[in-house]
């Protein structure tokens, strides 16, 4: 499982308490009727969340956290001589008043009030939309889908966003996660003209050819009859496997190239016109899709896939698709992105009439 990337890798206390603390308080609510992997993630979020509380002075909190995760395994090594150290902190007197955490200042993120909240809750739809909004079933003329329509839900219509019901069977999932599994390594951003690690974006990813498996093969096919788009290469990347463990997350982002400059230009085939994306497992907690400036919030829904156009009609980029992935706050979240761009989608979603659409 991702380790706690806010505490270890950004020093952001602030955050990663109050996420941390509401993971272990759902793991003692729901004590009692736990999985067999729950007492290992709640054993994870207590050690993360005694760290967070050792490194911002709160000492005490920290033993108290200690021992409640000695109580679960008491033969940790680590966390005995974790106990020992805070109990000498404290009988020494050594250590100093403990100030209030604040949360840090981000230069990056102008939009962190808004992505808090909607973490936080599910964001609602503009009064006028919601007549439009619904669930049929879908062939989008595809013969692929007329013996078995896909099940769609209309989430938002501006910007366009749709949610696909079941679009991926338990087995077809684990397939992808177990090919994706022994390549997983720390995900990356784009940064100017090259790609980078970055804070705000800590999970895993692999990538996976449509050779990689038959049910590779056939996902794709699927993807193609109900996007109605052109999938076949160069003019969509591989399918980018993600996985995001306790705390993992994605800060509001684009994802469109935002500069001519940018990598995904390298593929000679024009910017990312949509993206769809499909969540392979459930999570405890956490990881809702937030589009921030559609004040949209999307609970992760497994087997489901989520579509959405990513530039309008005219070749621009749409700013409402301004989007994160929240934080977990139990268990592990699975995705898979398939990223699809503008060249070979000239006839199949053409530019409109009016040259601002």
Known sequence: MMRMGVAYDTGDYYHSIAWLEEAVGLFRLSYGSWNPEDRSSLEDALDHLAFSYFMAGNISHALSLSREFLHYDPSNRRVVRNVAKYEKLLETGTVTSVEPLRRPNSTRLQNRDAYEELCQRPGGQALEHLPQLGCSYETNGSPYLLLQ????????????????????????????????????????????????????????????????????????????????????????????????????????????????????????????????????????????????????????????????????????????????????LAGDKWVANKWIHEHGQEFRRPCGIDPQD
């Open 149 to 328: 329509p896909a099940k769609k839900e209309m989430v938002q219509i501006r910007p366009y966003v749709a949610l696909y019901h079941d679009f991926i069977s338990d087995a077809e999932a684990e397939t992808i996660k177990g090919l994706a599994g022994p390549w997983l390594q720390r995900s990356v951003v784009a940064s100017g003209e090259k790609q980078q690690k970055a804070d705000y974006r800590i999970s895993k990813s692999a990538w996976l050819k449509d050779t990689a498996h038959p049910v590779v093969q056939t996902l794709e096919k699927r993807m193609a009859a109900i996007t109605g788009l052109d999938l076949r290469p160069p003019y969509a990347e591989y399918l980018q496997v993600v996985n995001y463990g306790l705390g993992g997350h994605y800060e509001p982002h684009f994802d469109h190239a935002t500069s001519r400059k940018s990598p995904l230009y390298r593929m000679k085939s024009g910017n990312r016109i949509a993206t769809l994306m499909i969540y392979l497992s459930a999570v405890g907690a956490g990881g809702s899709t937030a589009f921030v400036h559609a004040n949209l919030s999307v609970p992760v829904l497994k087997n489901a896939a989520l579509f959405w156009w990513n530039l309008r009609r005219n070749g621009d980029g749409d700013g409402d698709t301004l989007h994160a992935g929240c934080p977990v």
